[in-house]
């Protein structure tokens, strides 16, 4: 697997997302005071770093979160299930508890709330810009 920039590698453990969604930007509000040990980075679907590690008809799909473990993709409520799980302690639980229920059936959800999400959270009119100390966590 290619690498974006020297700063990725294929062990990395990244948040792909739409940087212009507010559902999204809630979200990675809750992965970053949530990763207690800094294991996720985050990159717009929109960057640089989406461009070489994401496929292109999924990166025009702003509507799918997309995450990146040791260099396997995993999409849409499974993408959420292996966040929670990646960030450890009471979340691991909720993330295997999540992964338990049958793909099917936890994209419908995903894709109900993806459907309503900028009517309901907004939409910005540019990325999400990390501040001072999360900007190390923050891939292009």
Known sequence: MSTANSETTDQDAIVFFDGV???CNHAINFFLS???QRVLKF?????KTAAALVPDTVRKNLNTFVFSDNGRLYYRSGAMARILMRIGGPWRILGAMLWLIPWPVRDAGYRIVASLRYKLFGKH???????????????D
């Open 21 to 23: 969604c507010g559902l």
């Open 34 to 36: 949530r990763d207690r």
């Open 125 to 139: 009119e540019s990325c999400r810009l990390p501040t001072p100390e999360e900007r190390s966590r923050f891939l």
């Open 43 to 47: 990159a717009p679907l929109q960057g």
